[in-house]
């Protein structure tokens, strides 16, 4: 993979920009967006590899962003540190070379998050299991990242449990995406997956993401995020459930 590709250069930078406006609309969804995408096109490896500065920029600019950096980080360190060693521990499936097993356990990853968010009721975890409930979800979070390269299972729907104000959630998705993206980033570049060619292309396509978070967030007030969402996890149903058909075939 190479700087040189005009068609490359051009899907990437059009995957993080739809990834960007999708973050900006509903703050989420730009390493989900970004590894469906690209994994479609890329093998998942490679398209891990090209997401890592663009979803480190944007997400820790939605970290600080929050009120509640030390509070967050005293609670859900448990969290993080499973997240962390999840996803060291994960990375042999991404790694390994199995480009078909990699592929279909991406499609799986995004077919079970479109389906359980758009189909599930909300639920909410009490304060005293949160000492147990944080590692497990922090650990299994993390070898689904490291399989996948997707952050948001079951991170997402478990941090939506806690009873977190509205700002304070969004803070929280922040930390444990950048996490995860630090954690994904380590893992590749000690197994020596990480090439500098996919790190100068990502790091080009921080400029399309910020510009896509950008049009998203002014594109918030003018439709229904719910709406915008729903459509985004068809829109993911569909391309994980392709994914999985191309592998079967």
Same mark, same amino acid.
């Given at each position: 993979?190479?700087?040189?590709?005009?068609? !490359?250069?051009?899907?990437?930078?059009?995957?993080?920009?739809?990834?960007?406006?999708?973050?900006?609309? *509903?703050?989420?969804?730009?390493?989900?967006?970004?590894?469906?995408?690209?994994?479609?096109?890329?093998?998942?490896?490679?398209?891990?590899? #090209?997401?890592?500065?663009?979803?480190?920029?944007?997400? %820790?600019?939605?970290? !600080?962003?929050?009120?509640?950096?030390?509070?967050? %980080?005293?609670?859900?360190? @448990?969290?993080?540190?499973? /997240?962390?060693?999840?996803?060291?521990?994960?990375?042999?499936?991404?790694?390994?070379?199995?480009?078909? *097993?990699?592929?279909?356990?991406?499609?799986?990853?995004?077919?079970?998050?479109?389906?359980?968010?758009?189909?599930?009721?909300?639920?909410?975890?009490?304060?005293?299991?949160?000492?147990?409930?944080? @590692? !497990?979800?922090?650990? *299994?979070?993390?070898?689904?990242?490291?399989? *996948?390269?997707?952050?948001? %299972? @079951?991170?997402?729907?478990?941090?939506?449990?806690?009873?977190?104000?509205?700002?304070? $959630?969004?803070?929280?998705?922040?930390?444990?995406?950048? /996490?995860?993206?630090?954690?994904?980033?380590?893992?590749?570049?000690?197994?020596?997956?990480?090439?500098?060619?996919?790190?100068?292309?990502?790091?080009?396509?921080?400029?399309?993401?910020?510009?896509?978070?950008?049009?998203?967030?002014?594109?918030?007030?003018?439709?229904? @995020?719910?709406?915008?969402?729903?459509?985004?996890?068809?829109?993911?149903? #569909?391309?994980?459930?392709?994914? $999985?058909?191309?592998?079967?075939?």
């Amino acid at each position: 993979m190479t700087l040189g590709e005009p068609l !490359l250069l051009a899907a990437v930078a059009a995957t993080f920009f739809a990834a960007g406006l999708v973050k900006g609309v *509903t703050g989420m969804g730009l390493p989900t967006v970004a590894m469906g995408v690209l994994g479609a096109l890329l093998s998942p490896l490679a398209a891990a590899s #090209l997401l890592v500065v663009p979803s480190a920029v944007t997400n %820790i600019w939605q970290l !600080l962003a929050g009120p509640s950096f030390g509070a967050l %980080i005293r609670r859900l360190w @448990p969290m993080m540190l499973g /997240v962390t060693i999840g996803t060291l521990a994960g990375l042999s499936l991404l790694t390994g070379g199995d480009t078909r *097993t990699a592929t279909a356990a991406l499609g799986g990853a995004l077919v079970a998050y479109a389906l359980y968010t758009l189909v599930a009721k909300p639920f909410t975890v009490p304060a005293r299991a949160e000492t147990w409930a944080s @590692p !497990l979800v922090g650990l *299994t979070t993390g070898a689904v990242t490291g399989g *996948t390269g997707v952050f948001v %299972i @079951p991170a997402v729907p478990y941090l939506q449990s806690l009873g977190l104000a509205k700002d304070d $959630l969004v803070q929280a998705l922040g930390l444990s995406f950048t /996490v995860s993206t630090f954690a994904l980033a380590a893992g590749l570049a000690w197994r020596g997956a990480y090439e500098v060619g996919n790190f100068a292309l990502s790091a080009l396509a921080v400029v399309p993401a910020l510009i896509g978070m950008w049009a998203g967030q002014q594109l918030r007030d003018r439709v229904s @995020p719910a709406t915008f969402k729903r459509w985004f996890l068809i829109f993911l149903l #569909l391309l994980g459930a392709e994914m $999985l058909s191309r592998v079967m075939r």
